[in-house]
């Protein structure tokens, strides 16, 4: 059973930086070879993707955090990570990690509050 627990999340000022965590259990044998993605889901509104990083490690960004966040991942650790910086008010969310197309059930998210 695929398991994905996100951490690190919290509250910060804007300007700010957070860096999350996406531990994976359950897929290691093929948690290498898949692309991963990191959401956000605020308050009435849709969960969107936000990051995507490949097996080979090339990555796309929604608009919205393009230059400001950063995906990597550590195949080793089965870990996908998801650097934040320059953190805006708009940017609070509850943060979630997944296939880059979502094929696994969701974790629990990690909520990331942005105070201006």
């Known amino acids: 059973q695929v398991q994905l627990v996100e951490s690190g999340g919290g509250l910060v000022q804007a300007g700010g930086s957070l860096r999350l965590s996406c531990a994976a259990s359950?897929?290691?044998?093929?948690?290498?070879?898949?692309?991963m993605g990191w959401y956000r889901q605020a308050p009435g509104k849709q969960r969107e993707l936000v990051a995507r990083?490949?097996?080979?490690?090339?990555?796309n960004y929604a608009d919205s955090v393009k230059g400001r966040f950063t995906i990597s991942r550590d195949n080793a650790k089965n870990t996908v990570y998801l650097q934040m910086n320059s953190l805006k008010p708009e940017d609070t969310a509850v943060y979630y990690c997944?296939?880059?197309?979502?094929?696994w059930g969701w974790g629990q998210g990690t909520q990331v509050t942005v105070s201006s």
């Open positions: 997944n296939g880059d197309t979502p094929r």
């Open positions: 359950g897929i290691i044998s093929i948690f290498s070879i898949n692309s």
């Open positions: 990083i490949t097996s080979n490690r090339s990555t």
